[in-house]
């Protein structure tokens, strides 16, 4: 414990010298969260040194061994740095799907060569990745993907259609999944493919959300040649690193870390609510922290050892749900005002489009219905779920 | 915080959960029920928690019980719940023993926690006078009178008060309320049992002219507040411990027969719509577990916002208790509504139990309150 206490002074005092005063400030705009890569166009130098000197220190991703780039450090010591960065408000150096998706997937599953080849650069923000999952006709049922890879000798053909990409207009690289046979059952001819997004064929169409804006495109595929060394973990395995991922991926859409509780949050907006809302938002508070609590329950179980399987669609479920409920109350608590789109007044918006965004939460990554089943089948034992 | 089992605590856990199911299933509270037994719950019984260690599970060591703490008392008394157990731990063990042992004298201590923990007295608690819990508002009064009070009023809702040894009173005096303890047989006492809908039983006592002494307050004159946030929060909380065990017994209860009653030739469990309901009260009630443990170890670790955690956690098991007990019912179909199954006898604790002590409403007012 004491090595801990140790930990945590050096890291402040690191912190205090190295973090840029600008990204000690609330992130606002979109572009203010630096996603890095080829195409990013760093929005002050600050942004850049931030990620440089972070990225040097392996804390982007603080937990992934120092030979691929990441910081080496404990689950107790991640977790002190991230209360240090907390404590001076340190904007997150990078937004990554590279850190948060692939890395988990090739670190488990990946070859030693693809991990020396992809992790460093994802760790220092060089390379920006999107993850080709969802399909026209293959949403909740995932495995009914149909985007083909026939097996040329030497290379992969991918035909097909992805959609729900997540910034693919923006990513240097897709992690995929393709199908590689489809003559058994659904799951078990799916393969995880790797590949470049300027490779000749691949082409992606931004989709306009009802918030107004388009964080995610449709992504297609025309004869696009994906070498053999790219394929992640063995040829039709794909299905086993989808689930874990997904799993991963459910863990940290439940736990999106607020730093207000709500109502703080309508406070300091300068809005006194009526004894009724007042009451709905109690009873919100309530189940918020409760949830929080159910976080360290179930990272102190995870840290004994347990693990959490599917316990994490419960944690998805609920958490997402909480978090629709908190924008309803903040636009109930907003009323006329919440309902401005463009202007100055309103930061064009801003709360209208978060309240429509986190209608999404419920869908992304497995939907809510998907998440009972999951918990009906694997928790519960219910027969043929 | 400590939101997983130690060890010591995953050992009390087993032990409890086979002491329970073995001596205090739920047909032991059948046959009280049925019997019409006099006490309440089983003599024998309380002295075989008491072996156990359950009577004197908060009481220090120096007099003689094992001070394990409250996520210890929560961790038996979810077990109770599992089992519908009846038996004088809320009010002796838990209610008692946290007037006394922070704010009691070193008479009384040395007094009442031995004998708590030794299993020779029960002790009540009466704090309730109306329909609904409201311990803010005492109109019982303690007025000087010699050497010390009288106690003039009428309480209601005192578990166990029928047959309890002694009593704890909540009384106001012209500086605040105050905590007086009393033998049950004190002259001018009057105690009429009531009978509940979850087979347990509770008193209306009255008190006319009941003289006490200084020596019979627990902690100093006016300062019952103190006392009473003390006392009700181990209550709320353990409460809370118990709602959770009952209410976890009651939805396994009703999985097991999703998965064994047949209708349109299949097993009713493959049914997506019950599915649903059934996984929704699952996330209900992990989430539920979460607040209790945060709750009980916010005491034992003394945190500052410890009355608040404690709201919180029984606001939340009146509301998922409730929810899973109403559910347990209809996803039962008509078997739900019979005696001969056990589903309503959860029901009816559940509902006790979510009454008691402040429903949700009264803890979600309280944190509102707070917040201005």
Redesign the interface.
Same mark, same amino acid.
């Given at each position: 414990m004491t090595d801990l206490k140790e930990f945590r002074s050096q890291t402040r005092d690191w912190l205090e010298e190295n973090c840029p005063a600008e990204m000690r400030v609330a992130m606002v705009r979109e572009k203010d969260a630096c996603w890095g890569g080829k195409n990013w166009v760093f929005q002050s130098e600050a942004q850049k040194t931030w990620l440089e000197l972070m990225a040097a220190k392996g804390w982007t991703a603080p937990s992934w061994p120092k030979q691929y780039g990441g910081g080496d450090l404990s689950r107790a010591e991640a977790k002190v740095l991230g209360q240090e960065m907390e404590r001076i408000n340190a904007r997150p150096p990078l937004h990554s799907f590279g850190i948060w998706m692939l890395g988990p997937a090739l670190l488990k599953f990946g070859s030693e060569e693809q991990k020396l080849k992809y992790l460093p650069e994802i760790c220092r923000g060089e390379i920006r990745w999107c993850q080709g999952y969802s399909e026209p006709n293959a949403g909740s049922d995932l495995a009914a993907l149909a985007t083909k890879a026939e097996d040329k000798g030497d290379h992969f053909l991918v035909n097909g259609q992805k959609i729900w990409t997540s910034y693919a207009d923006q990513a240097d690289w897709i992690f995929c999944l393709v199908r590689t046979d489809a003559s058994g059952k659904k799951q078990e001819g799916v393969s995880f493919l790797l590949f470049d997004m300027q490779t000749p064929g691949v082409s992606t169409k931004p989709i306009k959300l009802i918030s107004g804006n388009s964080p995610f495109c449709e992504t297609f595929f025309v004869d696009v040649k994906v070498p053999k060394e790219n394929l992640v973990g063995e040829l039709n395995k794909g299905w086993t690193i989808t689930k874990y991922l997904l799993t991963h991926e459910r863990e940290m859409i439940g736990d999106q870390t607020k730093t207000k509780s709500l109502?703080q949050e309508i406070a300091d907006m300068g809005i006194t609510v009526g004894p009724v809302l007042?009451?709905k938002i109690? $009873?919100f508070?309530?189940?918020d922290? /409760?949830?929080d609590?159910?976080m360290?329950?179930m990272l102190?179980?995870a840290k004994?050892g347990a693990s959490l399987g599917a316990?994490s669609s419960?944690l998805k479920?609920?958490g997402t749900e909480l978090n629709k409920r908190r924008y309803e109350l903040l636009m109930d608590a907003s009323g006329h005002d919440g309902l401005q789109w463009e202007g100055a007044n309103s930061n064009d918006g801003e709360l209208a489009r978060l309240w429509l965004r986190t209608k999404g939460n419920s869908i992304e990554g497995g939907t809510s $219905?998907i998440?009972?089943?999951i918990? /009906?089948k694997h928790?519960?034992?219910?027969?043929?779920? | 915080m400590a939101l997983v089992l130690n060890d010591d605590e995953k050992m009390l856990h087993e032990s409890a959960a086979g002491f329970f199911a073995d001596n205090a299933p739920v047909s032991a509270l059948r046959a009280l029920r049925d019997t019409r037994d006099e006490t309440g719950f089983s003599p024998k019984l309380w002295q075989d928690m008491t072996d156990m260690g359950f009577a004197g599970i908060l009481v220090p060591e120096e007099q003689g019980g094992v001070d394990m703490g409250y996520m210890a008392a929560g961790l038996v008394a979810e077990q109770m719940g599992r089992n519908l157990t009846a038996s004088a731990f809320l009010s002796t063990s838990v209610l008692a023993v946290a007037a006394l042992k922070n704010h009691g004298s070193d008479a009384q201590k040395s007094e009442f926690l031995t004998k708590i923990s030794a299993g020779d007295i029960t002790v009540a608690l009466a704090i309730d006078e109306g329909r609904k819990h409201n311990p803010a508002e005492i109109s019982l009064s303690a007025t000087a009178s010699g050497n010390g009070f009288k106690l003039s009023g009428s309480k209601t809702m005192v578990i166990d008060g029928h047959i309890a040894d002694h009593i704890i009173v909540a009384a106001k005096t012209d500086v605040g309320p105050s905590l007086f303890l009393l033998p049950a047989d004190s002259e001018g006492v009057t105690r009429t049992r009531v009978i509940m809908l979850d087979s347990r039983n509770s008193a209306h006592i009255e008190f006319d002219n009941v003289e006490v002494t200084g020596a019979q307050m627990i902690g100093p004159l006016g300062g019952g507040e103190d006392v009473l946030s003390d006392v009700l929060n181990a209550g709320r909380a353990v409460l809370a411990a118990e709602m959770l065990g009952a209410a976890s017994q009651v939805f396994e209860l009703t999985t097991d027969y999703l998965k064994e009653r047949k209708q349109f030739g299949r097993i009713i469990g493959e049914f997506q719509a019950l599915q649903h309901r059934a996984a929704h009260l699952y996330c209900e009630l992990e989430i539920a577990r979460s607040s209790v443990y945060a709750a009980l170890t916010a005491l034992d670790i003394g945190a500052n916002d410890a009355s608040d955690c404690v709201a919180k956690a029984k606001a939340k098991l009146g509301c998922v208790a409730r929810l899973v007990a109403v559910e347990a019912v209809q996803l039962h179909g008509g078997m739900g509504m019979t005696d001969e199954l056990d589903i309503g006898l959860y029901l009816k604790r559940i509902r006790a139990a979510q009454e008691l002590f402040g429903d949700s409403d009264f803890h979600m007012q309280t944190l509102m309150t707070e917040q201005g």
């Open positions: 109502s007042q009451a109690c $009873e508070e309530i189940d922290w /409760a949830f609590q159910t360290n329950r102190a179980e004994a316990k419960m479920y609920y $219905e998440m009972l089943n918990i /009906a928790i519960l034992q219910m027969p043929g779920a | -």
